[in-house]
């Protein structure tokens, strides 16, 4: 088909515009030959266009399937306005600032902060082939890195562009890439520094000009190296052509460098530098436009100061370095005026007053001479051939040669600048390769084009001809790999434009040598050049004057103006200035302006050499190229060579490298945010080299689709028979030849199908056509459909209208039929119940006059019958109550009178009673004669018992006739007194008629007055009820104000908790990511510290036995030993200096062996005195609480005190006499005496305390137990008679001896509180003493220990230190035996306990003395009991712990952690490991060896990192020692003594709680590692999951036919089956190991917040996912993993699933707003639909969506402004001030909780199986 059978009615094309250079129109007919009509689609003109050329047709347009797609090439039509418009959609539409062009980056400035540059977005493009992801600056910065490890070959990034396009920002973002992947393989932080550079060369070499705030004016190259193991190893930097004209003169609007006016906004803290406002200089003032929106001078000053301390400049070169920049300030505002003395009349000549103040401060700066400087600035020196003279030069060139002079100096500052970066990036390590960035000028073309541009247009042309070069063998590589056939394809040369630049009469060489001529001027080098250079195709001379020359580029012809060529070429300073400023006595200006040689050879050194083999020029220095430096003969070169040079060693270093190219475009002038000016646009496409770019790919085959793809997206063009899914390229081939009848329009490669331009447009258009053919047949079938199915709908509801019409007819006449019938029988049953009714009345009537006439006779009846019966009764009751109140009256003076007669004898009673009671003889005589009296007391009742038994019924009939004869009685006198009651009665009867009949009448008095106060009170009701209703309203009003205050005060408090809780959270998480940071470096740090420093391994007597156990534990431990180990303090003799110097005599050398017996019996002591004070404090709790225990003895404490007063003062006169000692044997003697005395005086206490306590211990039971045995008989007796208790106490014998025994005890409870009371305050006192005495004691023992300690001054004083040594060690060795039987015996103790616990629960209660005997156990009721069934529990009772020797640590720790394996593991109990670690510290605990458990719970962090370290790729050892150390945590926690630990805990695991060791610190200690291998699995999972997750959500296809365009094909394997079965597999190791059940949903929680960041942040920069159908396949694929969440966390709770479903939220967010309606109705479900996605999250997915028909609905940028508008409100006025990131962060992590879990375990059942091979190591006690 040819390209003008396409130009059909309908088509769409693009035709020129004036200013939007292009625009789109529509074909309104088909082409005729000549012209072609069409419809502009903005204006809807109609216009006519007239085809000259059939072949320069206007371009057709794509079709909307390929408009804004990531790379350029892939448009069907390749042609200016389709790039154009590519770049505009992208841009303007979707903010999308990157798009490829091939292998060339196109970036596009959008002067906004995008936040597309953070950590997250790094670790996105890492690992990411180019293409895969949206087009960014880091996908070519991740091809540069990864072709350097693959291929090991050099790289290089070139990043061009005009200013103000983006250069500098774009080659810090890619540079920012490598320092983030590379990672350093040093301590200096070597990324830090590179990145430290920017705002330091940003400072010296960036100004504001009219096109740029930020416009770099020189060019830079940067060298980023690396090591063999790819880490970045240093870096160096080379600088091309600075733009020092600018220091001196800068154009209107534009600023000079921003160094300068930094140091204006720093000038207060400056004061020495005399420095002013940046309008007061004249270098400054020029432009007009010193500020910067947005820019802080000062605080970008302090930026640079602390970037120049970051790369070590010292504070002395900066001040040096401010000091020349404020000299080259004064240095133009130093006035050059004619001299007004001079009478010669030359009155041209420049002279400088003499009182000028900047010329001062300059000399004054630096260091230089007034007369001198002020000579030269205005005179020169001209060499003849026989003299030299010295002439003032005029005014103009006086300032010439100023300028030039600043000029000088600064170059040579940005040079000296350059060597110091150098100096800093270079670390001095090995360097294997380099990846080069290279930042420079793009092509340049302005009204006046001046020797600056020429140098960068040459540049460019250099840098272009290269960039075509490699673009065509890329091409003609791409064809040979696929094998199609090819031919040459012609591209633009840039050799001819280059020639004319670089030949021997070239443009260079002419202005070379006209530089070299004496007399030369620009006009005489533009003759040269219109005479030798007119030949070249490429030279032009212009049409007007002969002061410019014309090039032509290949970007545009551009036309230079000659003016300043040749003194920019040279570059000449007067020697004269240079002298007089070397003399400075600033060094830093002695060092810039050295000799040119030497600093040519500096500048060489100062710098990295390039690579060896690297092929560069020799001549040319690395370092900065903006000075120029001399020739070998000594002539100045110009900087015209030395440009040429320079770059030609740039082109080498490039061309040995592999090129990757970033086109940088300026959208518009006016610096808009996101504003696209087509025009400026389009010039720059045509300049940097995209357009030809474009050109090269269009002129072969630049549409290539994989047979997949083109098959899914093209299947529509053949019938189903002839597809064949086994050869897809078979049916690939069918479709084309179907349709493309031109064979040449397309090729088949090995992977891909190529075509031409257009091929493409031309099937889409195919296949819209097919599929609007078939849609139309659809709606025909449909219409039809619909159409018949409305018909039988109207058939069927004329059919039911006249069936119910019918019917209602019918209805109709018979219910009047039926009315009729009814009426009937209504009028029948009306009349006959009016007659029954008339009937019924009549009778009632009678019936009801009889009854009322029948009923009034009765109660009349019964009223008078009732009347008489009340009045007897009356009477009845009044008599009686008149006898008895009689009686009652007599009965009571009786009883008076017998209770003060008795009173009286009791009290006499009392007083004898209670003198006898005094006596205990006389008690207990009572007591036995109370004993005999109640045995004869029971006698006596027993016999009386029997004989009441026959008088009962006696005496019951007795008491029957006694009652009847009281009752007659009663009777009687009831009767007379009712008789004299009614003569009363009825006086009083009239008395109350009279009152009664007053009562009446106040009674009608009060009835008025009670009708007046209720009228009254309705008028106060009234009032008050107005006043209530106001107040009521009042009341509701405020309780409802209040209530929405309590609300908004609730709602405050609960937004306040949950900032906090968020903050909490926050704070934990920052703390677990510190702490695996920690983790990080210190595993760097252990990396890197491989050969450890050398120790000295002498050592002294006092520390040879603990030497190598501080050099393990107090570097690492540090910090977490017990508290007690804190406040206890070292013996004695651990302060004797064992190891003191020697002169002359030999000095006797104590044992090391000793030494090491002694410490270890100083820990037992220490330990024992700990056990000590804790069963003291106990004793003491027991003797407080309990109140009946018998006083105790104050004279043994007194006795304990008298005796180590007497100790002491032996201990001080043996001290005195050994000081005084002379003889040895003597003092041999005296020690061995006094030392046996000693012991035998020990033995001795020792006995008589074992004496002394049994003694007490049974004399303390006898006068309690009497005591207790009376009172419990008492009570008994008591009991037993009950309530008849009187009975025996007739005589009063029994209230007397309880009166008595009453008197006994408060007697004793009174003793016994003061006994406790003295006791209490001795034993204070005696605390005391004993304590002074333990003060004392050690003193003592410190100044024996320095009399030991010091040189003996004779053979007696030696003698007597070997001997005491001696004697130590064997009383050490004798004590330690001692110790090991008192260890036996406390344990046997023990053991009597725990039968004691097991007796009890017999039934055995009486079993208490047990515990308190020493030596015996003596108990009369155990002898009763058969103990056989209890002790045959068990043969052994055990507490719960393994005993093991020290030595064999190392053997325990290797089999138990490092050589368990998880298989073993997994058959043993869980966290069993944990259990027996545990137990092996609670031995430690319990014979309180604290260095011992700090050397094991050292081994056992150390073993475990070895351990996780040596397995970092296990999941299986992850998981098995995060669940053992989380049981070891709980286990110190679960043992710990701490009462919020033991609430779950039974009474046998309270008793088995650490009494010594407080672990707290080690728990601390133990959560950390926890977190550690918490955050080690996590990782390990993420990264395992990581190369799934694309596959498996994003790109698996279960749903045939819904994928859209170039969808990857996928793999079997990939899916979410492989996902599903990773998870299930991770989920069951963490089951068997046992890892606690919050922990694991907390673990999978992580896991699908992983899949879910990392599969949205791939969405979000793949715009190939963005379209319905695979949102839809993405939707099902994230189904599978909450149904796999469904099934495999619903065991752990409804809420678990829930949360980590909520997980999934943000990516199932975002398919559903690929499958959601877009209409503007739609915004605000929309905005609900995504609560969980950011408004930039939002608007990349809409900007990216793209529909894959035509028929799709396309996303409005009205739509996207709505949805970003509503989402912005909802968000609030503080969501703009929050960071805002467009992807998630994949490395957050949840701050983990470790909850408490008790174990139920009994830690005495716990056996250590054979597979461990732990038998013989461990024993259990």
């Known amino acids: 088909m040819t390209t003008k059978e396409l130009y059909t009615k309908d088509a769409r094309i693009w035709v020129e515009h004036p200013v939007e250079v292009w625009e789109s129109a529509t074909v309104t007919s088909d082409y005729r030959s000549g012209v072609l009509i069409v419809k502009l689609d903005r204006s809807g003109e109609i216009r006519q266009i ?29 042609h200016e306005p389709a790039v154009l418009h590519n770049l505009r959609v992208r841009f303007c539409d979707r903010n999308a600032i990157y798009t ?6 196109v970036a596009i400035n959008p002067y906004y902060d995008l936040p597309i540059y953070g950590d997250e977005t790094i670790m996105a493009y890492r690992g990411q082939s180019m293409g895969d992801l949206d087009p960014h600056i880091f996908a070519v910065s991740e091809e540069a890195y990864t072709k350097l490890e693959r291929e090991g070959r050099d790289q290089s990034i070139i990043v061009s562009g005009e200013s103000g396009a983006g250069k500098t920002v774009s080659a810090k973002y890619a540079m920012r890439y490598f320092a983030a992947v590379g990672g350093n393989a040093s301590e200096t932080q070597v990324e830090r520094k590179v990145l430290a550079s920017s705002p330091i060369m940003e400072a010296i070499g960036n100004a504001k000009t009219t096109r740029n705030d930020n416009s770099s004016r020189f060019g830079k190259f940067i060298e980023i190296h690396f090591d063999h193991q790819y880490r970045i190893s240093g870096a160096s930097m080379r600088t091309y052509l600075l733009e020092k004209s600018r220091v001196v003169y800068q154009s209107a609007g534009e600023r000079n460098y921003h160094v300068f006016y930094q140091l204006c906004a720093a000038a207060h803290m400056m004061p020495e530098l005399k420095l002013d406002h940046q309008d007061s200089f004249h270098y400054l003032n020029q432009g007009g436009s010193p500020d910067i929106d947005g820019v802080d001078d000062l605080k970008a000053f302090h930026e640079t100061k602390n970037a120049l301390t970051t790369l070590g400049v010292s504070e002395i070169e900066q001040q040096n370095m401010l000091t020349v920049l404020a000299a080259i300030l004064h240095l133009g505002n130093v006035d050059l005026t004619t001299d007004p003395d001079d009478h010669t009349g030359n009155n041209d000549g420049a002279y400088i007053d003499s009182q000028d103040r900047h010329l001062t401060i300059i000399c004054a700066l630096l260091g230089i001479s007034r007369p001198e400087l002020s000579r030269w600035l205005t005179h020169r020196r001209i060499a003849s051939a026989h003299e030299v003279i010295v002439s003032r030069m005029d ?53 006046i084009n001046s020797f600056e541009q020429f140098c960068i247009n040459y540049a460019n042309e250099k840098l272009q001809q290269q960039f075509n070069s490699h673009v065509f063998k890329l091409e003609q590589d791409e064809y040979i790999k696929e094998e199609i056939s090819w031919k040459m394809i012609d591209f633009y040369d840039n050799q001819p434009c280059i020639d004319l630049i670089e030949d021997r009469l070239g443009v260079l060489a002419l202005l070379d040598e006209e530089c070299r001529v004496p007399q030369g001027s620009d006009r005489g080098f533009v003759t040269k050049l219109h005479q030798k250079c007119s030949q070249y195709p490429h030279f032009l001379k212009p049409r007007f004057g002969d002061a410019a020359f014309i090039i032509k580029h290949f970007a545009d012809n551009v036309e230079y103006q000659c003016g300043g060529f040749l003194e920019k070429n040279r570059d000449t300073v007067l020697e004269e200035q240079l002298e007089c400023v070397r003399q400075s006595t600033v060094r830093l200006v002695r060092v810039m302006l050295a000799d040119a040689s030497a600093d040519a050879t500096a500048g060489t050194h100062a710098t990295l050499p390039p690579p060896s083999r690297r092929r560069t020029t020799p001549s040319v220095p690395v370092a900065s190229l903006t000075q120029p430096p001399r020739r070998a003969s000594g002539q100045k070169q110009t900087v015209g060579a030395q440009f040429r040079q320079s770059l030609s060693a740039l082109m080498c270093t490039l061309s040995a490298t592999t090129p990757h190219y970033v086109r940088c475009i300026k959208p518009n002038d006016t610096k808009q945010a996101f504003q696209f000016d087509a025009a400026r646009a389009v010039n720059q496409l045509r300049a940097c080299g995209v357009l030809e770019t474009i050109r090269i790919s269009s002129a072969g085959f630049p549409s290539r689709w994989l ?84 018909y039988r709908r109207l058939v069927a509801a004329l059919h039911g209208i006249q069936a119910r019409a019918r019917a209602f007819l019918v209805r109709r006449k018979v219910q009047e039929i039926r009315r009729n019938r009814a009426a009937v029988k209504i009028q029948k049953n009306v009349r006959g119940w009016l007659a029954r009714t008339k009937y019924q009345r009549l009778r009632r009537l009678a019936i009801g006059l009889q009854a009322h006439a029948r009923g009034y006779l009765a109660r009349k009846l019964y009223k008078d019958k009732r009347m008489l019966k009340a009045t007897i009764t009356i009477q009845r009751y009044a008599r009686g109550y008149l006898a008895r109140k009689k009686a009652k009256k007599m009965r009571r003076q009786i009883i008076i009178a017998q209770s003060a007669i008795r009173r009286f004898l009791a009290r006499r009673l009392y007083k004898r009673l209670r003198i006898e009671a005094r006596s205990l003889d006389h008690v207990k005589s009572l007591n036995k004669g109370l004993e005999n009296k109640i045995i004869s007391l029971q006698q006596r009742l027993g016999d009386a018992l029997e004989k009441a038994r026959g008088v009962e019924p006696l005496q019951a009939q007795i008491v029957e006739l006694r009652a009847k004869l009281e009752m007659h009685k009663a009777v009687e006198i009831e009767a007379k007194a009712l008789k004299e009651s009614i003569n009363s009665k009825e006086n009083l009867l009239t008395k109350l008629q009279a009152e009664l009949a007053e009562e009446k009448e106040k009674n009608k008095r009060v009835l008025t007055e009670k009708k007046e106060l209720e009228e009254k009170y309705k008028r106060d009701k009234e009032a008050l009820a107005s006043e209530s209703e106001k107040l009521a309203n009042e009341l509701r009003s405020n309780k409802e104000h209040y209530e929405l205050a309590l609300e908004e005060r609730d709602k405050q408090h609960e937004a306040e908790k949950k900032a906090l809780c968020l903050e909490l959270e926050a704070e934990r998480q920052s703390r677990q990511k510190l702490l695996s940071s920690q983790y990080e470096l210190q595993e760097r740090l252990d990396t890197i510290q491989r050969a450890p420093a050398p120790k000295e391994h002498r050592r002294s007597l006092s520390d040879a036995s603990t030497n190598s156990q501080q050099e393990n534990t107090v570097e690492d431990d540090f910090g977490y030993g017990s508290v007690r180990s804190v406040e206890t303090t070292r013996p004695a003799l651990e302060a004797v200096n064992w190891s003191a110097g020697t002169h002359n005599g030999p000095t006797p050398m104590a044992d090391a062996g000793l030494v090491l017996r002694m410490q270890n019996r100083i820990s037992v002591l220490q330990g024992e005195l700990s056990r000590t004070a804790k069963r003291a404090a106990d004793l003491e709790d027991r003797l407080t609480n309990r109140l009946m225990s018998p006083p105790s003895n104050p004279d043994t404490d007194r006795f304990k005190v008298e005796e180590l007063e007497i100790e002491n003062k032996k201990l001080r006169e043996h001290l005195n006499r050994l000081r005084a000692a002379g003889d040895g044997n003597q003092v041999s003697k005296e020690i061995l005496d006094t030392l046996s005395a000693m012991q035998k005086e020990l033995d001795r206490r020792r006995d008589e305390c074992i004496q002394l306590k049994s003694v007490l211990t049974h004399q303390q039971k006898p006068w309690f137990q009497a005591l207790k045995s009376v009172t419990v008989n008492l009570k008994s007796l008591a009991s037993n008679y009950g309530s008849d208790v009187d009975i025996i106490n007739e005589d009063g014998e029994l209230a007397t001896a309880y009166e008595a025994q009453k008197g006994i005890n408060r007697a004793l409870q009174e003793e016994l509180v003061n006994e ?146 998880p298989r073993t593991a997994i058959t043993l109990l869980p966290g069993l490991p944990a259990y027996i670690l545990f137990m092996m510290l609670r031995h430690t605990d319990h014979v309180d060896d604290e260095p011992k458990m700090h050397h094991l719970m050292k081994a ?29 945590l709980n286990n110190l926690r679960q043992y710990s003594g701490d009462a919020i630990y033991q609430a779950a805990n039974t009474p046998r695991q309270n008793q088995q709680s650490l009494r010594i060791f407080d672990l707290s610190e080690y728990r601390q200690l133990l959560s950390d590692i926890a977190i550690w291998i918490y955050q080690g699995l996590i990782n390990l999972l993420e990264h395992q999951l990581e190369r799934l997750i694309v596959a498996a959500i994003l790109e698996y296809e279960e749903i045939s036919g819904l994928s859209g365009p170039r969808a990857p094909a996928p793999q079997p394997s990939a899916g979410p089956a492989r996902l599903k079965h990773e998870l299930a597999a991770a989920h069951e190791q963490l089951r068997l190991h046992a890892v606690d059940p919050p922990l694991r949903v907390m673990i999978f929680k992580q896991l699908f917040y992983y899949i879910c960041a990392y599969s949205l942040n791939h969405l979000l920069l793949r715009k190939d996912l963005c379209c319905w159908a695979k949102g839809l396949q993405i939707r099902y694929n994230i189904s599978h993993l909450e149904t796999w969440i469904k099934e495999h966390l619903a065991e752990y709770g409804q809420t678990s699933v829930e949360e980590t479903l909520g997980v999934l939220k943000p990516i199932t967010q975002a398919v559903h707003l690929l499958q959601a309606r877009k209409s503007m109705a739609d915004v605000a479900s929309t905005v609900d639909m995504c609560a969980d996605l950011s408004a930039m999250q939002v608007c990349k997915i809409l900007n990216m969506y793209t529909p894959a028909e035509e028929y799709e609905v396309k996303v409005t940028r009205e739509f996207i402004h709505e949805i970003q508008k509503l989402m912005h409100e909802r968000a609030g006025p503080n969501a703009s001030k929050e960071p805002q990131n467009l992807l998630m962060d994949t490395k957050m992590i949840y701050s983990v909780q470790f909850q408490y879990s008790p174990s139920a375990i009994r830690l005495e059942d716990i056996e250590v199986p054979e597979v461990l091979e732990l038998d013989g190591l461990l024993t259990k006690i």
């Open 1500 to 1528: 056992i962090r150390l073993a475990v990192k070895k351990t996780l370290k040596k397995r970092v790729d296990s999941v299986e050892y992850s998981a098995m020692w995060l669940s053992n150390m989380l049981r070891l």
């Open 1316 to 1461: 406790k009371k003295y006791f209490a305050e001795h034993l204070a006192s005696a605390k005391a003493e004993i304590e002074k005495l333990k003060e004392d004691n050690e003193k003592y023992q410190k100044l024996l220990s320095v009399d030991l300690s010091q040189e003996p001054k004779n053979k007696s004083q030696e003698y007597a230190q070997n001997e005491i040594i001696r004697l130590a060690s064997e009383s050490l060795a004798i004590q330690e035996r001692v110790d090991k039987l008192s260890e036996s015996c406390r344990r046997y103790k023990n053991q009597i306990r725990l039968l004691v616990c097991k007796l009890k629960e017999a039934g055995i209660d009486d079993v208490t003395d047990i515990l308190e005997g020493n030596d015996t156990i003596i108990s009369q009721n155990i002898s009763t009991v058969d103990l056989a069934p209890v002790m045959r529990k068990k043969e052994r009772e055990y507490l719960g712990m393994f005993e093991y020797k020290l030595q064999d640590e190392g053997v325990i720790i290797k089999k138990l952690i490092t050589d368990l394996k």
């Open 707 to 790: 047979y997949q793809d083109f098959f899914s997206r093209y299947r529509l063009l053949c019938l189903f028979k002839e597809i064949d899914r086994a050869d897809i390229k078979a049916t690939c081939s069918r479709i084309l030849n179907r349709h493309i009848k031109e064979p040449d329009k397309y090729q088949f490669g090995a992977t891909k199908i190529f075509f031409r331009a257009g091929q493409v447009a031309y099937l889409e258009k195919i296949r819209a056509d097919v599929q609007r053919l078939y849609c139309v047949r659809v709606q025909s079938c449909v219409r039809g459909f619909l159409a018949r199915r409305r």
């Open 395 to 447: 005014v103009q060139r006086a300032a010439f040669g100023r300028d030039a002079l600043a000029k000088r100096l600064y170059g040579e500052l940005f040079s000296w600048l350059v060597q110091a970066v150098n100096r800093a990036l270079d670390t001095g390590h090995a360097k294997s390769h380099f990846i080069g960035v290279l930042d420079i000028y793009g092509f340049e073309t302005f009204e």
């Open 50 to 78: 007239k085809i000259t050329d059939e072949s320069q047709m206007p371009p057709l347009r794509n079709p909307s399937l390929l408009i804004g797609q990531n790379d350029l090439t892939s448009l069907s039509y390749l």
């Open 100 to 105: 490829y062009c091939g292998i060339v980056l």
